[in-house]
């Protein structure tokens, strides 16, 4: 048995960052997003095999690639049926 690439419907994970309203340090959490967003705070994420949301920093991955078999996902259904996807997920679960 291997690992094996899907070559259709690919769903692709965003990673958010955001700073949480009341946090203890939102000083330093704004200095860590900062960081995070800049060419080499972006250039560690890429290390760890994410993409790039810049485009002066080199990825190792071709998103073209990506792109032609991504699944597509209508954004704003998504965050308004959100509480029913939940209560779904979580009836599935068991949580």
């Not at 073209?64 to 699944?71: E, H, P, Q, T």
Request: net charge neutral.
């Amino acid at each position: 048995m291997g690992f094996h690439f899907t070559t259709s419907d690919v769903c692709t994970m965003t990673s958010p960052v955001a700073l949480i309203k009341g946090c203890a340090n939102p000083d330093n959490g704004k200095l860590l997003i900062d960081f995070l967003l800049s060419k080499a705070g972006q250039e560690v994420l890429v290390g760890q095999n994410l993409v790039s949301v810049r485009d002066d920093v080199k990825m190792n991955v071709d998103t073209s690639a990506i792109a032609a078999v991504n699944m597509p996902v209508d954004f704003i259904r998504l965050g308004e049926n959100t509480k029913s996807y939940q209560k779904t997920f979580n009836s599935i679960w068991g949580k």
